[in-house]
């Protein structure tokens, strides 16, 4: 019998069994690279930036989403793949967010979404847990509130802070939540989360303290280099190879080196 994929289930119950391994992905040929070597693949809103050159995830829309949730689940067949909700398409009402879960869950088929908010949104998680669509939930630095928070700097250096956190973590986890990205925020803050909450943590510039990391990909590959925030460690440098292969190409096209005869197709002769 086939393998099946993994299912959010299983991504919760990895917690105090194994560290659990995330990226994001966004394309088919991506995913299918990827798929044996994670446990599950986010279809991260930061495709806006990565993708599409936008200075924000604010103006990501639910099509996006849709249509490379679609490409990633081409792309694979093991990997959980959980697909971010957009700004705009579920903070309105705990109604709102159902029907565009259900809409994304229905046209690409995969297991589980993700959305952005702390205690305000714990009445939204519960509801959507309970209707059939499991949430992973997103704390600590939520690039969406980017027009209110007006930055991207780590959080949880002073009490305030560090309590708003701990609140919305904790409030997650109760709503129902298979387990909790936290975003930016100092190592004994995700340690002392990791350990309260009954959800495995996943950790994107949150220290080895969460039950998990998720990157983006295009900052792994080494493709994004205009700035290298403190958490990203490139695992490859593939900008500089991208760079080559489009300078030799343009050369051997001046030149006429390439195509080639190989490349080339002739009638048959006889
Ligand atoms: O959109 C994204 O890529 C994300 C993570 C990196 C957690 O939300
Ligand atoms: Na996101």
Redesign the pocket.
């Known amino acids: 019998t086939a393998k099946r994929r993994l299912a959010p289930a299983d991504i919760k119950a990895l917690k105090g069994e194994r560290p659990i391994v995330s990226l ?1 992905a966004y394309t088919t040929p991506v995913a299918k690279l990827m798929d044996q070597h994670v446990d599950f693949m ?1 279809v ?3 495709l806006g930036m990565v993708l599409y050159g936008l200075d924000s995830t604010v103006g990501v829309t639910l099509e996006m989403m849709i249509a490379h949730g679609q490409a990633v689940m081409r792309g694979s067949s093991n990997a959980c793949v959980v697909v ?1 909700l957009p700004f705009g398409s579920y903070q309105q009402s705990k109604e709102q967010a159902f029907a565009t879960a259900a809409r994304v869950l229905k046209e690409t088929g995969c297991s589980a979404i ?1 959305l952005e908010g702390g205690a305000e949104m714990a009445e939204t998680v519960h509801f959507l847990t309970q209707r059939g669509i499991p949430v992973l939930g ?1 704390v600590g630095l939520m690039p969406q509130l980017i027009n209110t928070t007006g930055g991207y700097r780590s959080l949880g250096r002073n009490d305030k802070e560090v309590d708003k956190i701990r609140k919305d973590a904790a409030a997650i986890d109760d709503a129902g939540a298979f387990a909790i ?1 936290i ?1 930016g925020t100092v190592e004994p803050l995700a340690r002392e989360i990791t350990g309260a909450v009954k959800v495995p943590t996943i950790g ?1 510039g949150a220290s080895p303290a969460c039950d998990g990391q ?1 990157l ?1 990909v295009d900052d792994v590959l080494g493709i994004f280099t205009d700035f290298k925030p403190r958490f990203v460690k490139h695992f490859a440098n593939l900008a500089p190879l991208m760079s080559e292969a489009f300078a030799t190409y343009a050369q051997e096209v001046k030149a006429r080196s390439f195509p080639g005869p190989e490349h080339t197709f002739q009638l048959k002769k006889g």
């Open positions: 994001t986010l991260g809103d930061s971010d993700k997103h990205v975003e994107i998720v983006v």
